[in-house]
């Protein structure tokens, strides 16, 4: 199956497969190719929400890679599970559903619109 996904209003290739993802030669869960803004997610013994938490670990390769372009660190891979974890669990938990709804609604750009020449609690405009 595949679906879309946008970073910074380019598209990306999301594949989910149940066959092993080969990342230089080695077998994984996820796998990012950022000049062909593709990505593969492997379902391959693993539960659904290991291929959320693999989806959501590659789509931040995607976003990294979208916002720097290839000159990153060699270190990425540790960055990007450092921050998948607990970016991953952010999603998952209930108690957030709605601030993500209000976020995808458009509801904070009418509040903003709403306070444009206001001044901000520390003193300075918009």
């Known amino acids: 199956m595949v679906e879309e996904a946008y970073i910074c209003g380019l598209s990306w290739a999301i594949k989910l497969t ?27 013994g693993a539960c659904e929400d290991h291929v959320r938490s693999t989806l959501m670990h590659e789509l931040l390769h995607a976003a990294v890679y979208a916002g720097v ?32 709804q209000k976020f995808t609604e458009g509801v904070f750009e009418v509040t903003l619109a709403k306070q444009k020449g206001k001044k901000h609690a520390r003193g300075g405009k918009e």
């Open 18 to 44: 149940e066959d092993a993802v080969a990342v230089n030669d080695r077998l994984c869960h996820g796998a990012c190719d950022k000049p062909k803004r593709e990505i593969d997610v492997s379902s391959m």
């Open 69 to 100: 372009g290839p000159a990153w660190p060699e270190d990425e891979e540790v960055l990007i599970t450092g921050i998948e974890t607990p970016w991953y669990s952010m999603f998952r938990d209930p108690r957030n559903l709605a601030l993500f």
